[in-house]
């Protein structure tokens, strides 16, 4: 729990802060510019353009997804900055490296949106898997770069639940998402369903979990 | 009415805000991709350049009108968020899904500007119309947001014009939009009437409007 | 002067050059989606690449020079909100047209930097020219909205500076933004001569000319 | 006039900052847009996307390169800043300098990574390695201008690790990014590999090295 009578000092998040909202904005907007308007016809009648509209589908799917799924790692992101007081040159690279990660969610997503109905969705979906596998690594990593030198870096009372996300990344992500991967091959839509529940656990505002959690 | 003594502490909605600045900027700022420099002739003269200009109106149009809509609905939303002392995760996600649709709106507009003088015209105005009713939710989605748990997320003073905010959504918008929508297999001229004059409804100051709508 | 007992609460003013500081940044990002990589082909010599690297100067002059232009930009407006206090509908929208204009400058410029060597260089300059006299008005337009209200909006003791960047809109950009799109059917060389000056002019600091301005 | 004694809120290097960091994500962003879903066939087999990918990997690296390559230079653009307190026209007009190089950045990264086993790759090394030279340049402007007036624009004590970054680049960068330029012709994995030597070291935190330079 942040008190809230600590003076904070927020200069140096501040910016780290602003500079990652600025990759994670840019990566859930740039790939509205994949959704292209169908070539115009002098002649095309409303049945026409409304079947290749249709038609595009998995361009909004991919769309939507990718946009959600980077929204609730921002929403994560700035969870877990609420918590930092301070940044040092550790924090700034393992920060990095997951949002590295997020501006290349697009791309997996992309993928699984093309491929889903044809027999390499197999690839597409171990790509997918793969991508947050590495991503809840990503998030291990920054959670550890926060709590190293005893916390120093953190606001106080705040190391319990950098401890919990942790075990989360570890316990959860990691191996459910590893699975989601092994899982492509037997079944592709199991990598889709696993992702898409885990997507949902992770949205879960975490103090909520903390609670139950603990129970 | 904000009380200038109030002593906000913002460090919360500020990184919020940023965040959704940026997802604004970019949605404005990327249409211009669409303005393409046509294919140079070593021998092109200067009226042929000009025709060839002139023939890409709807580009212009395109970049034009989400230019100006998104700077409405970003006006807007800093207007809603003057309102806002604090965010919890109901509000950074009905905020998100408000944000995924302002990324799209460069979309339906090119649409409309591409098929306005084809035969598939109600299609596209359709398709338009029906994305305002979707913001017109959004934004009463996030109105909601802000004011739930007694307001606890607000300024003091700030839930009349929250609630007038929310009027205007469920008694103007929605209902305007969705007319738009459904005039498209009658004229589709009066999908782009009906939007229009909702932008200039929504571009006069709210606080300005307050008085009218009390008198 | 600004009083250092001043309290300013810059909340306002803070959202609006945020969002116009995306808009800047991303404009002047944009362009370099324009220098394309030359197709490889398995046995290509350095000196072909070499070759096919420079036949591509006009987009490398087009991105450097929409850089510095909307460089320029930013640089005045950041001189301008220095000034200003606080906003209203009325700034805000006068800002976002003024934005409007900083997005489309990548597409004149590199219809210049292509067309300059062929007969159509005349339309494209007028073109370029005529982008800087909306541009010009666009920052009158913006310094009307900041002066309004008896200068309501601004600090104290910043009118003078208002009306001093006014009168060079008024009696410096507009005028010879209007001569070099003129210029252009005599000689397009002309109007790139008379802009680039120009451009010179406006990067020199605000507060150095004020004196020479008065003396 | 602003009065030098004038106890500084930052509001000035604040949105500097926020404008460069802007310019910085949406550059280290916009690469994912090379990341292209090979085109889909109804019966592509596993197999068959797992090699298209695979193909990619000159992206893959572009992308990632090129993304770390930025945010070291974010990360050093950033320390350099935490020592400044204020600006003037020349430090906007150098920053500006710079972030043009590090929109600049992605081009010859995706130009190697294209050409690196071609004959042409001595043509991409050389271009890469001189960017960096510009690179290194780009900072010793920037490192000058923060340090006019006798460090006025400085934070006190600050003028020391200025000095100590403006060594760096003299004595290190510069002279080695040269040496990387000029060996491209002998042997283009020489440009990569002292370019490589040169981030790790970019990448170590000034403070640290402060120490083992003073040693």
């Not at 921002?74 to 550790?90: A, C, E, K, Q, Y």
């Not at 998030?139 to 705040?158: D, K």
Request: glycine share 4%; with cysteine.
């Amino acid at each position: 729990m942040i008190p809230p009578e600590h003076p904070v000092t927020d200069k140096d998040t501040g910016r780290l802060e602003a500079f990652s909202d600025g990759v994670f904005s840019i990566a859930m907007t740039l790939l509205v510019l994949e959704l292209k308007v169908p070539p115009v016809a002098a002649n095309s009648t409303p049945a026409q353009l409304a079947s290749q509209l249709l038609r595009q589908w998995p361009s909004y799917l991919a769309f939507t997804t990718s946009f959600f799924t980077i929204l609730i790692m921002w929403v994560n992101h700035h969870g877990i900055f609420r918590l930092v007081r301070r940044t040092d040159s550790t924090l700034l690279f393992a920060n990095g490296f997951l949002l590295l990660l997020v501006t290349a969610v697009p791309f997996p997503t992309a993928l699984v949106a093309a491929y889903l109905r044809t027999p390499a969705a197999t690839t597409a979906c171990e790509v997918y898997g793969f991508t947050f596998v590495l991503i809840s690594l990503g998030y291990a990593l920054l959670l550890h770069a926060t709590r190293r030198n005893n916390g120093r870096l953190l606001l106080p009372h705040a190391l319990g639940q950098i401890n919990h996300r942790l075990r989360s990344c570890y316990l959860i992500g990691t191996p459910l998402y590893l699975l989601s991967t092994l899982a492509a091959p037997i079944a592709p839509w199991l990598t889709i369903a696993i992702c898409t529940v885990l997507w949902l656990y992770w949205a879960i505002p975490r103090n909520e979990l903390d609670g139950a959690f603990r129970a």
